[in-house]
């Protein structure tokens, strides 16, 4: 939505310098006998059938800078410490967060079936594979799920279905409640 206000305001400006008339060429200097005086007293310069106006006269001046440079300055000091109070503010935060066991996230769908037997020897291929994650291997009657992972991006997920891309070819990553690993 953004965007689209962003692109609308672009426009309006293009539009409206457009309508003025008044371009740059930046092609090279004026003489005495091509500029005119308009209504107003500006400077006006006759290029075909563009009229450019002169716009140095309005252009703010700022002094040079010095020879050797400028010199660094001293850092800020601080006005308020405040430092046990933000130190109390940021343990608490973290005991909460410490209490936090479950987050959304993502897992590898690796198998949804009737087959128990089946189930269990994918699992095992897939521990093979990938030791560090943990496998989550559930039973609604009659239907076994496998489930790979705690993932909390879908890019982490994806990395690791494509290292088990080979064996599980109908795999999909699902969205779920995953744990946090401690």
Known sequence: ?????????CLGAMMSCAATGSTSTGTGSTTASSRSEDKRGGDKKKEGTATLVDTKKYRPTFPAAPAGGA???????????VGPQVNLLMDSVAQVNKNIKYAA???????TGIERQ???????NIIRRLPEEKDYLTYKQ???????????TRVEAQTALNKIQDLLP????????INIPK
């Not at 109908?170 to 409640?177: F, I, M, S, Y």
């Open 118 to 124: 089946t189930a269990m020897n994918l699992r095992n």
């Open 105 to 111: 996230g993502y897992r590898i769908l690796a198998y």
């Open 142 to 152: 009659p239907t076994y799920q496998l489930k790979i992972g705690d993932f909390f």
């Open 1 to 9: 939505m953004t965007s689209r206000i962003f692109a609308l305001l």
């Open 170 to 177: 109908n795999a999909l990553l699902v969205q779920e409640t």
């Open 71 to 81: 010199e660094p300055m001293a850092p800020a000091a601080p006005t308020h410490h």
